[in-house]
């Protein structure tokens, strides 16, 4: 027999002990502690329901983060491919059930903060999307199965409805929810778009997957910096460049991590159109031989903007008053990229050289664009 599509069972399970550990808490903290209760109650949507719903989400965590391990370590790739439907097992079942009933009951609990909010609606939307339209699922699998940092964030949370949470013990929770959020998160992030472009995914599935987690590493890069900024760990100095101070000791260039960034976005955009202009699916053997080559332009066209942006300060037309010159010449560094695309011996005979520089070529607005963040 096959499962449901739909994770009735744990749903309706997780349900129903949301409600019955929701009286429970509730019961204990009425007795244990009356004041504090007779506190919460004052304010009933930004203190009462997001403490129990705090407590409620640290013990549905717990279980969703064994039950998508589980799922992902007994879900083979070869046949999780976008398309292809097939039923849910029963460790599958258990992990979209709990991540389902958090999403939901953690929404009413979460009114007082729309960043939250959003996440979660989004999060339910993804899920709605992939069973729908058969997306492949290890990715969303790994993504739950490295959300560590949520324990952390609630925990700061009820310490500090406690009145316990000290300006010391914020700073270490800051830092390792900084620490968890760049290991696990955006590691496994970036595993799952690894993923996507190794699975033979459809050019609209490849490109939504990509997207999404792009997004995604984004954001949680952005909470990262917010929580080092809050515990004063690290600086932001805008200007330009804009600089990272670490612990008031070390300065960081944001140019350079914004140009790698705007490079890993270009290739990725390349690759992708390159794919939809072909008469073929790109194989293995092809996707590895452009990535040598990529490497090898990036190498290359780096030390040509370089090398170009010098050659300029020596132009006939000198700059104005003032005004510093560029560091690096994206122009010229195209032109030495481009020149490695076209030369690079490591590039596999069924790739066409032409019509991937051309892609790459209409890719270069992003580098662009997110190069002059920094």
């Not at 790739?351 to 607005?365: A, E, I, N, P």
Request: hydrophobic share 50%; glycine share 6%; with cysteine.
């Amino acid at each position: 027999s096959t499962k449901a599509e739909v994770p009735f069972v744990p749903f309706l399970a997780g349900l129903t002990a949301w409600v019955l550990l929701r009286f429970g808490a509730e019961a204990i903290v009425r007795r244990v502690n009356p004041e504090f209760f007779e506190d919460l109650k004052l304010d009933i949507r930004r203190r009462y329901d997001l403490y129990f719903g705090t407590w409620l989400g640290l013990i549905f965590k717990a279980v969703s983060i064994v039950a998508c391990t589980t799922a992902l370590l007994t879900t083979s790739a070869e046949t999780d491919i976008a398309g292809l439907a097939r039923p849910l097992s029963t460790e599958e079942q258990w992990c979209w059930g709990c991540r389902a009933v958090l999403f939901v009951q953690e929404l009413p609990h979460y009114v007082s903060i729309p960043e939250l909010v959003v996440h979660h609606m989004l999060s339910i939307a993804a899920m709605i999307g992939i069973l729908a339209w058969n997306f492949p699922r290890r990715q969303m699998y790994l993504i739950w199965a490295t959300l560590l940092s949520e324990f952390a964030n609630n925990s700061r949370r009820l310490l500090k409805m406690h009145g316990r949470l000290t300006p010391r013990l914020s700073v270490w929770l800051s830092a390792a929810i900084a620490l968890n959020v760049v290991l696990f998160r955006v590691t496994g992030a970036l595993v799952a778009i690894v993923w996507s472009l190794q699975g033979g995914t459809s050019s609209l599935a490849l490109v939504l997957n990509v997207g999404a987690m792009s997004i995604y590493i984004l954001y949680m890069l952005r909470m990262s910096v917010r929580e080092l900024t809050r515990s004063e760990l690290l600086i932001v100095r805008l200007g330009r460049p804009t600089k990272l101070i670490i612990a008031g000791n070390w300065e960081i260039n944001l140019l350079g991590i914004f140009v790698g960034l705007g490079i890993v976005c270009t290739e990725v955009s390349a690759l992708w159109i390159y794919e939809a202009n072909v008469n073929h699916l790109t194989s293995k053997a092809e996707i590895h031989s452009i990535a040598w080559a990529s490497l090898q332009a990036v190498i290359v066209g780096l030390f040509g903007a370089h090398a170009t942006a010098c050659l300029m300060r020596f132009s006939v037309v000198p700059a104005e008053a003032g005004q510093r010159s560029p560091r690096m010449c994206m122009q010229g560094g195209l032109v030495f990229a481009g020149a490695v695309i076209l030369l690079s011996p490591t590039m596999e005979s069924t790739v066409d050289r032409g019509t991937f520089l051309s892609c790459m070529s209409m890719s270069f607005l992003l580098l662009e664009a997110i190069g002059q963040i920094g």
